[in-house]
């Protein structure tokens, strides 16, 4: 048989010596070794399906996430041991997702500020009355610098910091684990791919982290948005983040904190239903059209293609998360009410104001969170082998 992977589903309903066999035609040696396995591991509930890589007589569990995990499990573990090392695995997405996008938001902050000074600029006004301020992606930078200096450019970052350690977190480390779940259900089988499954799948995810998240983002907008010298939109003169949020409570309550959540969620799960899955299905046609192979080559690609579709998808309902963000009072009753008086008013490119500048930040940032991920995880899991003591991987 060799090392070759195939895929083996144990229930305690089927023998998988039998599927095996007939499958796959497998020597007598091998399927003696999956009939000892298969007595040796205990499933408490005959409902749960895992799925499993049988490699020369020991069993990994299958990758909850789309990266080459590679935790080996021997006949002796027991189902304790595979949900220990499930748990295991959603730790690392979630903390690798959360690391990789502050990276990330370092790097592209300043164009997030630009971004949100652009979409705010001229609103409700007409294209004759609005004042262009800002003409542009680098000409929002310069004058930016010239004016406030790079503290005017990196307003607001702490609340992003923690906004993305939210976001993507959730993003990364729930996306799977709801995929997996839904195809398991739906087709048996959680190695099936399915584009519906796959887009629900990021747009949930998704919309679990802007709704946990939406406060910090809430105040970062109105961070960025403040200009001393060129101010556009409703100006708000918060100190910090943390300053902001303690105003916002004492004004407004927990519904002020919320504000605009619902744009928040519409916006996060347009851009979470493509990313993930555009990312993983480039990854797929590199490798099958192109002969790439895994790493840093391959994720760069792959993520840049995800990161321009984000844009494309994104951008508008950003517009609007943004102007209902940093609004006072109720200038917007809602997202139908924040959309009908731009376009109305600014017209119906309005809603794309900024996009180059989106594009300028969403682009980097979606390759550097997605590479960067890749890569942490491979650092956490050598750590694992060579930091981490026996005993303490024995608990795990």
Known sequence: MGH???????????????ILEADFKLEAEDLETIRALDKKLRFSDPSKEFAMIFTNERLAVDSVVDFPFDHKLTAEDDLGGCLRRLGLLLSYAFTAGGLAACGAVTVTHSFETVKIRLQLQGELQS???????????FHGVSVILKNEGPKGLFRG???????????NGCRLGFYEPIRTGLTTA?????????????????????????AAGSPFFLVKTRLQSFSPSLPVGTQHG??????????????????????GVGAAM??????????????????????????????????????????????????????????????TGNLYTGITDCVRKTVKTEGLLAIYKGFFAHLARILPHTILT????????KLMRRFEERVLPAAVKDRI
């Open 157 to 167: 970052i702490g609340g992003a910091y923690i906004y993305q350690m939210i976001l």
């Open 266 to 327: 519409v916006r996060t799960g347009f851009g979470s239903s493509v990313q993930l899955p555009t990312y993983f299905f480039a990854k797929r046609r590199l490798k099958r059209h192109l002969g790439m192979e895994e790493g840093l080559g391959l994720h760069l690609a792959s993520s840049a293609a995800s990161g321009f579709v984000v844009c494309c998808v994104m951008h508008p309902p950003d517009t609007i998360m943004s102007r209902m963000y940093n609004q």
């Open 370 to 377: 997605l590479t960067l991920a890749e890569q942490t995880n």
């Open 127 to 137: 294209k004759k009355e609005a004042p262009r301020l800002y003409r542009g992606v």
């Open 4 to 18: 070759q992977q195939r895929p083996l589903s144990i229930t305690k309903k089927q023998n998988s010596a039998r």
């Open 238 to 259: 918060y100190k910090n983040s943390l300053d902001g949020l303690q105003k916002i409570n004492r004004s407004e309550g927990i519904k002020g904190l919320y504000r």
């Open 186 to 210: 739906i087709f048996k089988d959680a190695n099936v791919q399915s584009l519906g499954v796959n887009i629900f799948s990021g747009a949930a995810s998704g919309i679990l982290g802007a």
